[in-house]
């Protein structure tokens, strides 16, 4: 069983950069690692993810303010949105997507990223 | 892009059988995954593809698909299954995108 961390700063102030970083008990050969969010009170809103090789798929949404990276000698994969609005506010998740059959069997704990100046 | 329809709160009398629903073209497509989340707790995956559960996901949990909509059925609902449910897929439209229903609370009176 993959276990996944996400750590990262818990407030960011508007018109930054949020960065986390997802550590992953395990390799991270043949995975897809995805970013989740979920603003307080609400759904579910896939962001994106990043294979090993550092190919990388976006939602249309975040298109422009988003990259993510990995780096496979640390077992970590990461998440960079530029330009943050109150609107970013939420808990972050990072987990392994099972591309093939579109679903996410590892998740992180989730952190909550607040943006406020 | 598509998008999945979740009825936003459902009830059931422990013991008892519920469907939860999730609509979407999509899923004439794809199959619905669900996901169980209990407050300050992450999603945890209950049933993938066809009818499949994780290791650890008891066998009261199923699921089914008719046409555009899929349903997480729980057989003899307990106390301990009350949390939200979300679906997922991928979008249909032939970019790699994944989407998620927005959520049914599922309350165990």
């Known amino acids: 069983q993959v276990q996944l961390q996400e750590s990262g700063p818990g407030l960011v102030k508007p018109s930054e950069t949020l960065s986390l970083t997802c550590t992953v008990s395990?390799?991270?050969?043949?995975?897809?690692w995805s970013w989740i969010r979920q603003p307080p009170g609400k759904g579910l809103e896939w962001m994106g993810y990043?294979?090993?090789?550092?190919?990388?798929q976006f939602n249309p949404s975040l298109k422009g303010r988003l990259s993510m990276s990995v780096d496979a000698s640390r077992n970590q994969f990461s998440l960079h949105l530029t330009s943050v609005t109150a609107a970013d506010t939420a808990v972050y998740y990072c987990?392994?997507?099972?591309?093939?059959?579109?679903?996410?069997?590892?998740w992180g704990q989730g952190t909550l990223v607040t943006v406020s100046s | 892009s598509s998008e999945l329809t979740q009825d936003p709160a459902v009830s059931v009398a422990l013991g008892q059988t519920v469907r939860i629903t999730c609509q979407g073209d999509?899923?004439?497509?794809?199959?619905a995954n669900w996901y169980q989340q209990k407050p300050g707790q992450a999603p945890r995956l209950v049933i993938f593809?066809?009818?499949n559960r994780p290791a650890g996901i008891p066998a009261r949990f199923s699921g089914s698909r008719t046409d555009n909509t899929a349903a997480l059925t729980i057989t003899g609902a307990r106390a301990d299954d009350e949390a939200d449910y979300y679906c997922?897929?991928?979008?249909?439209?032939?970019?790699?995108?994944?989407?998620f229903g927005g959520g049914t609370r599922l309350s165990v009176l």
């Open positions: 987990a392994s997507l099972v591309l093939i059959a579109n679903y996410f069997d590892n």
């Open positions: 395990g390799s991270l050969n043949s995975h897809y």
């Open positions: 990043v294979y090993e090789s550092g190919s990388t």
């Open positions: 999509s899923l004439t497509k794809y199959y």
């Open positions: 593809g066809k009818n």
């Open positions: 997922n897929s991928r979008d249909s439209s032939g970019i790699q995108h994944w989407v």
